[in-house]
């Protein structure tokens, strides 16, 4: 097991080395291991490697600082100058914040931006302040549309995260693919069999192989694929950042940028009710749903985003297991960077 506090560490340790201010490093590291934490091993530490060559190789402006290119009182345009994802998204998610503050809700539009990692962190920014808070972001053409066999969309990650009075906040964050592209490319580097309701190959068959994953597949068909288009509009038709038949991928290393675009905002309920009454309604209704007549078989019955939250209290205290490929993987950058990956618990 490895502790997560000296994991963090590391991480921020690393992007030091690629170029990040503390405050990007920092953010980024947290982020991170948020992530693993919760039980998202596909955007954890198995990206470090790429985050950190990303940036150290200039593909992504480690110095860059997001700026506001339009600004109306309750709608932004952000452009992320090609910085880090994680600072773009957070910028952007504090400026809404405090918007929302003012104006009972505030909504960003995103374009230069670059991978940001679990959609729920930033929607989490939200929720603890109060708020209804929502992110999404498109990614390259990872999905087929129905019927299809190439790929024409991104996993375009939905996250909505909810406060509700004494106990955690509902938290949705899911890729509109049956599972994250990232879980693909994990099963791969750890040499598993995936499932074959994930993805098809070439020519348009259920495959088990995650070598041979040409196109993943939407959730519940049709409604997943319409989700994806909707969210590829917001993130990038409203933006202006590249679509994902144009941006470039996340694993490119040839020198394109990948011009992602996101969507993120902040809903403030106490403009419409009095103070507490939202959240005293949601957890009431909550704990309706958590009380409700249980299914032979089911021991307890959990709102979005409960599961991961007890997995992130687990790892604080007994920490995470990582695969020997990670752990290579970290040992390898730990050298580059002139660090000790001494993380063990």
Same mark, same amino acid.
């Given at each position: 097991?490895?502790?997560?506090?000296? @994991?963090?560490?590391?991480?921020?340790?690393?992007?030091?080395?690629?170029?990040?201010?503390?405050?990007?490093?920092?953010?980024?590291?947290?982020?991170?291991?948020?992530?693993?934490?919760?039980?998202?091993?596909?955007?954890?530490?198995?990206?470090?490697?790429?985050?950190?060559?990303?940036?150290?190789?200039?593909?992504?402006?480690?110095?860059?600082?997001?700026?506001?290119?339009?600004?109306?009182?309750?709608?932004?345009?952000?452009?992320?100058?090609?910085? #880090?994802?994680?600072?773009?998204?957070?910028?952007?998610?504090?400026? %809404?914040?405090?918007?929302?503050?003012?104006?009972?809700?505030?909504?960003?539009?995103?374009?230069?931006?670059?991978?940001?990692?679990?959609?729920?962190?930033?929607? @989490?920014?939200?929720?603890?302040?109060?708020?209804?808070?929502?992110?999404?972001?498109?990614?390259?053409?990872?999905?087929? !549309?129905?019927?299809?066999?190439?790929?024409?969309?991104?996993?375009?990650?939905?996250?909505?995260?909810?406060?509700?009075?004494?106990?955690?906040?509902?938290?949705?964050?899911?890729?509109?693919?049956?599972?994250?592209?990232?879980?693909?490319? @994990? !099963?791969?580097?750890?040499?598993?069999?995936?499932?074959?309701?994930?993805?098809?190959?070439?020519?348009?068959?259920?495959?088990?192989?995650?070598?041979?994953?040409? %196109?993943?597949?939407?959730?519940?068909?049709?409604?997943?694929?319409?989700?994806?288009?909707?969210?590829?509009?917001?993130?990038?038709?409203?933006?202006?950042?590249?679509?994902?038949?144009? #941006?470039?991928?996340?694993?490119?290393?040839?020198?394109?940028?990948?011009?992602?675009?996101?969507?993120?905002?902040?809903?403030?309920?106490?403009?419409?009710?009095?103070?507490?009454?939202?959240?005293?309604?949601?957890?009431?209704?909550?704990?309706?749903?958590?009380?409700?007549?249980?299914?032979?078989?089911?021991?307890?019955?959990?709102?979005?985003?409960?599961?991961?939250?007890?997995?992130?209290?687990?790892?604080?205290?007994?920490?995470?297991?990582?695969?020997?490929?990670?752990?290579?993987? #970290?040992?390898?950058?730990?050298?580059?960077?002139?660090?000790?990956?001494? %993380?063990?618990?």
């Amino acid at each position: 097991m490895y502790d997560c506090a000296k @994991l963090k560490d590391f991480t921020e340790k690393v992007m030091l080395d690629a170029g990040l201010n503390e405050k990007d490093s920092r953010d980024f590291a947290d982020s991170l291991l948020f992530a693993q934490m919760r039980g998202i091993g596909s955007h954890g530490l198995t990206r470090l490697k790429t985050y950190y060559r990303r940036a150290k190789d200039g593909l992504v402006d480690a110095k860059a600082q997001p700026t506001i290119e339009n600004d109306q009182p309750s709608l932004l345009l952000v452009d992320g100058q090609n910085g #880090m994802g994680v600072a773009s998204a957070m910028y952007a998610m504090d400026t %809404c914040i405090d918007r929302a503050e003012k104006n009972g809700a505030c909504f960003a539009a995103v374009k230069g931006g670059n991978h940001f990692g679990c959609a729920a962190y930033f929607a @989490l920014q939200a929720a603890r302040k109060g708020m209804i808070g929502v992110a999404m972001a498109n990614g390259p053409v990872a999905m087929a !549309a129905i019927g299809g066999k190439d790929p024409v969309l991104g996993t375009n990650p939905l996250a909505i995260a909810i406060p509700a009075a004494g106990r955690e906040p509902y938290v949705l964050d899911m890729a509109t693919s049956v599972v994250a592209r990232g879980k693909v490319a @994990l !099963a791969a580097k750890e040499g598993r069999e995936i499932p074959p309701s994930w993805g098809i190959d070439a020519e348009g068959h259920p495959t088990t192989d995650p070598n041979s994953v040409k %196109c993943v597949l939407p959730f519940g068909g049709a409604k997943g694929y319409g989700i994806a288009l909707a969210i590829e509009v917001l993130c990038s038709c409203l933006s202006g950042a590249k679509n994902g038949q144009t #941006m470039g991928s996340f694993y490119d290393f040839s020198g394109k940028h990948q011009d992602s675009g996101f969507f993120v905002g902040a809903l403030n309920a106490k403009g419409l009710l009095p103070e507490g009454a939202f959240e005293l309604a949601t957890a009431a209704l909550f704990a309706s749903i958590k009380d409700s007549p249980k299914a032979e078989g089911c021991e307890e019955i959990f709102i979005p985003g409960e599961i991961e939250q007890r997995n992130y209290k687990s790892a604080e205290k007994t920490g995470v297991k990582l695969s020997d490929a990670i752990v290579k993987e #970290m040992q390898e950058l730990a050298a580059e960077c002139g660090l000790a990956f001494d %993380c063990e618990k």
